[in-house]
T-cell receptor
């Protein structure tokens, strides 16, 4: 079974631009979560989508948004990029909430974003 | 709120040494507990998990036991190899669903010398 895939793997943008990252979950998984990883803050939860609905969002500004499609693929968007948005963005998929306790999240390789 | 505390390291060991990476947590109820590993330039790989008290997760020679009384989930391996060099993250998922996402520790950088 194919794992979680993320595109692109690497991205360079300049301040003020916007960026869209894509995530395809493991086949059969309906929940997609996004995390930001930086050296200073570590791994932080951004948001989770299940059945095309955002279930919760971490403590990030409104510039960070996302969506999920009917095939469970998800995108996240960051508008008006700042230097501090440079990070590794990780996507994780799972079967979904209350799925008999099987909520283990499986991570993709990440998208490394550099903002100049 | 929920939190996970782990030694950050770097932890440097010789090959075949015994490994312990401590992890303690703060959470209400009975969260699920995980260890993930990250190799340079890669995403996170699930190493092992435990979903209830006294469960032992194990994989690739690594083990961790969910200790509710001490709120701990320490990672152990009897004999480490150079290929185990990586960053290890302890994480918890709140009970009742994953709406709040995983809460991670800061990560422990493990270096194994030949």
């Amino acid at each position: 079974k194919a794992g979680v895939t993320q595109t692109p793997r690497y991205l360079i943008k300049t301040r003020g631009q916007q960026v869209t990252l894509s995530c395809s979950p493991i086949s059969g998984h309906r929940s997609v979560s996004w995390y930001q990883q930086t050296p200073g803050q570590g791994l932080q939860f951004l948001f989770e989508y299940f059945s095309e609905t955002q279930r919760n969002k971490g403590n990030f500004p409104g510039r960070f948004s996302g969506r999920q499609f009917s095939n469970s693929r998800s995108e996240m968007n960051v508008s008006t990029l700042e230097l501090g948005d440079s990070a590794l963005y990780l996507c994780a998929s799972s079967f979904g909430p209350r799925a008999g306790g099987e909520e283990t999240q499986y991570f993709g390789p990440g998208t490394r974003l550099l903002v100049l | 709120g929920d939190s996970v505390t782990q030694m950050e390291g770097p932890v440097t060991l010789s090959e075949e040494a015994f490994l312990t990476i401590n992890c303690t947590y703060t959470a209400t109820g009975y969260p699920s507990l995980f260890w993930y590993v990250q190799y340079p330039g890669e995403g996170l790989q699930l190493l092992l998990k435990a979903t209830k008290a006294d469960d032992k997760g194990s994989n690739k020679g690594f083990e961790a036991t969910y200790r509710k009384e001490t709120t701990s989930f320490h990672l152990e391996k009897g004999s480490v190899q150079v290929s185990d060099s990586a960053v290890y993250f302890c994480a918890l998922l709140p009970s009742g669903g994953g709406a709040d996402g995983l809460t991670f520790g800061k990560g422990t950088h493990l270096i194994i010398q030949p």
